[in-house]
C-alpha cells in the first residue's frame, strides 16, 4: 500500500523558493506517475505538475511553467517540485498523489485519476 507523505512546505516572500519532496514511505517502488495539486479554501483542488514513472515526460499548469519544476530521484520513490519566483498567488495546501500507470495522458490533469494522496503541506507567499 502506497504512503505518501509531503515535506518541505513553509512560509517565503514573493520571489522566493521552495522545495516540496513527496516520499512514498512504505517503498513499494512500484510503477507509479506522479502529480502534484494545490488546494486554497473555497476552492477544487487545482492541477500543478505531472510526471512519469521513468521521469523522461512532464507536464505543468500554465500558472506554474517556467517557474516549478517536477523531478523525481533515482530510486523513483521521491518526487520533488522545485517552486522559484513564488507569487502570493501560490498560496495553497499543495498535496502530491500517484497512480500505478507508467505514463500519464490528459486525464492525469484531473485528482479523479489519482488511486493515493498525501496529506499536504502548507505553501504561503506573502507580497
Known amino acids: 500500500q502506497v504512503q505518501l507523505m509531503e515535506s518541505g512546505g513553509g512560509s517565503v516572500q514573493a520571489g522566493g523558493s521552495l522545495r516540496l519532496s513527496c516520499t512514498d514511505s512504505?517503498?513499494?517502488?512500484?510503477?507509479?506517475?506522479m502529480g502534484w495539486f494545490r488546494r486554497t479554501p473555497g476552492k477544487e483542488r487545482e492541477f500543478v505538475a505531472v510526471i512519469n514513472w521513468s521521469g523522461h515526460s512532464t507536464y505543468y499548469a500554465d500558472s506554474v511553467k517556467g517557474r516549478f519544476t517536477i523531478s523525481r530521484d533515482g530510486t523513483k520513490s521521491t518526487v520533488y517540485l522545485q517552486m522559484n519566483n513564488l507569487e502570493p498567488e501560490d498560496t495553497a495546501v499543495y498535496y502530491c498523489a500517484a497512480d500505478e500507470s507508467w505514463n500519464y495522458d490528459t486525464e492525469y490533469l484531473l485528482p479523479r485519476r489519482y488511486k493515493y494522496w498525501g496529506q499536504g503541506t502548507q505553501v504561503t507567499v506573502s507580497s
Open positions: 512504505a517503498r513499494t517502488y512500484g510503477k507509479y506517475t
